[in-house]
């Protein structure tokens, strides 16, 4: 994909000149890589726009699991009558942490989401 593809305004291409190269062409290969967007020059603008660097295909994985852990903790965390037991349920062969099971900075975050919803819940079943 190239810029002249993107259909963009001589305001918009004007900004483009005044960012840094490495991040436009970033962009560029992400969008010309993303399938199923409604607007692909929306997204890539939004995206150099924002500074940041486009997202490796696994570190995406890696933030959709995360997301989805969360929520998984925090609507039905209380089911796992320990902690050690939700652990193994996320990172376990076949958990959807799988992957990631050696971090254990993500584990502790996902105890601490677990133990801040017993708190707020007031629930009286022990979240260890």
């Not at 994909?1 to 290969?29: F, N």
């Not at 150099?48 to 490796?56: A, D, E, H, L, T």
């Not at 699991?65 to 903790?73: K, P, S, T």
């Amino acid at each position: 994909m190239t810029i002249d593809e993107l259909g963009l305004t001589p305001a918009q291409l004007a900004e483009l000149q005044a960012c840094d190269a490495s991040l436009v062409e970033a962009w560029l290969t992400a969008a010309a890589a993303a399938h199923g967007l409604r607007s692909p020059t929306g997204w890539f603008l939004s995206g150099v726009r924002s500074g940041n660097m486009p997202q490796s295909e696994p570190d995406r994985l890696r933030s959709l699991r995360v997301r989805q852990a969360e929520r998984f903790v925090a609507a039905a965390g209380y089911v796992f009558e320990s902690e050690d037991e939700l652990v193994d349920y996320l990172f376990s062969r076949g958990g959807w942490l799988e992957p990631w099971a050696g971090d254990e900075l993500l584990q502790a975050r996902l105890l601490a989401l677990r133990q801040q919803v017993y708190a707020a819940s007031g629930s009286t079943m022990h979240p260890s």
